[in-house]
């Protein structure tokens, strides 16, 4: 027996089910490529969901990484570390924000958030503020804190009861000032719902939840989990609106592969959750600091948020061609180097992935009916091309 089919025998018998069957081992990468167990080269435009922002096995990320294991991996949160210490500063700088907590994941981000603003009302006596105003379609993550922000039906089947959250249209205005009350604590919105299918929101729809917020004393949480870490060009994608949260979420690319995420909040509610309120063992870890630090200064060395800027007009303007020609996708969605196509009816996105994934390139689904490109900030020009000159024949052949 090869030793994928090895592999693959013991997946099925022996990993949990929740995933769906997979048919691929991946073994190492290099930039924008990744090679399987066989041998087999793909050209990666997803960049595991947006998260291997530098690409793979980045010499200066990797580097990061090696110094720091061979230093200290872990500590508890009874001291203190300089990587963290260090990317807290970072983080407030170019987000904005004054104080930052660090967690392992996205969800967990989303989780410190809605703690966040409950306790803060709570300790005004305000014990009634506790109603969260989320959006339909919304993805915040898949711990029942976060499930019960999410607005798709699909992921919190079976999982109920959750509570305390009014979820309106997104992108309707008047939807969200009509459920607004006293005991609203939070809006929470992603800036563009990328897991539910690239949708970005309409003009004025952030700056519209900003005002609501501000004249109604609620807080505004913008989970930029996805669109952080410049992947629309700018470092957050609510900058490039000038539309300033209360609450920031972060995770997927920060640390450049390294599971890590941030929720970072105005000064005002730097008090909010007081020593012993919250916490968790591995956030904020050595490791995974000093290889979001890594993250951020290649981002910042080399010039990515404008480089994503000129990858990201290049990829919208082929996405626009390919929607003009095949029959077989019908729009496109997105900013930067999130972008979506979206398939006709009667294509099923599954296989039009497995037969790019035959083909040599790798992307996602968002959505139902969405084929999601998120490929590294420092891929190559050439390769952008390549990869997408690989789309646009497979949606010739998947037309035929
Ligand atoms: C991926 C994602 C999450 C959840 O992050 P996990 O690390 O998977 O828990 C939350 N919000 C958005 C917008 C995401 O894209």
Known sequence: MSATNDLLAVAEKNLYGNYGPRSVVLERGEGSFVWDSEGQRYLDLYSGIAVSVLGHAHPRLTAAICEQAGKLLHQTNYFLTAPNVRLAERLCA?????????CNSGTEATEAALKLVRRHFFDRGQTERHRVIAFDNAFHGRTLGALSVTGQSKYKEGFGPMGGVTHVPFGDLEATARALGPDVAAIITEPIQAEGGIFVAPPGFLAGLRRLCSESGTFLIMDEIQTGMGRTGSFLYSQSLDVRPDVVTMAKALGGGVPIGAMLCDGALAAALPPGSHGTTFGGNPLASAAALATLTVLEQDGLLARCQELGALLTSRLDDMVQRHPVVVGRRGAGLLQGLVLADGIVPKDAVVRLREAGVLVTIAGSNVL??????????????????????????IGR
């Open 94 to 102: 170019l987000t904005g924000m004054q104080r930052a907590f660090f």
């Open 372 to 397: 999601r490109f998120t490929p590294a900030l420092t891929i190559g020009i050439a390769e952008l091309e390549e990869g997408l000159r690989v789309v646009d024949r497979v949606l010739g052949e």
